[in-house]
């Protein structure tokens, strides 16, 4: 069993690749702009043989390697580090605050997305993900302390002395 801060490092590489990957091969393959189903059914169904460009299932792969990635570490375990973390007497109001801050990041990143694609392109908001992983990456290897095997009271005395004896 992995601990969760190398879950962390291992999630944050996984969507690293990923949004990483979406980037490049959205800023190196052209996008026809306009409504092309009709285009891709009748290909299916036309008698002539058309090649198969496999380059097109990178989006695919890419988006279920950040699921995976996501669902591996930072999905679940920043609510379990949460509860680990905060101090009983303020885990209420400040869990409360992290769902808020949770929702609001959410929120803005939906929001912005269209707008930002259509200003600077649609590899920008990948790359600026990619940016965010390896800033997660740096965040877990300074900030976030590893609790496997740790009870509550030891975890809330290394917060309370600021002491880094059983945290590596």
Known sequence: KAGRKILLFVSSSLMLVSTFTMGMYVQFTSVPHGNHTNQTLESLFSSGEQPINYITLIPLFSIMLYIMGYAVGWGPITWLLMSEVLPLRARGVASGLCVLVSWLTAF?????????????????PFFFFAVVCVLNIFFTGCCVPETKG???????????TGRRSFIR
């Open 108 to 124: 803005t990143m939906i929001e912005s997305f269209i707008p930002v694609s259509e200003a600077f392109g649609l590899s920008v």
């Open 150 to 160: 740790r009870t509550l009271e030891q975890i809330e005395s290394y917060f309370r």
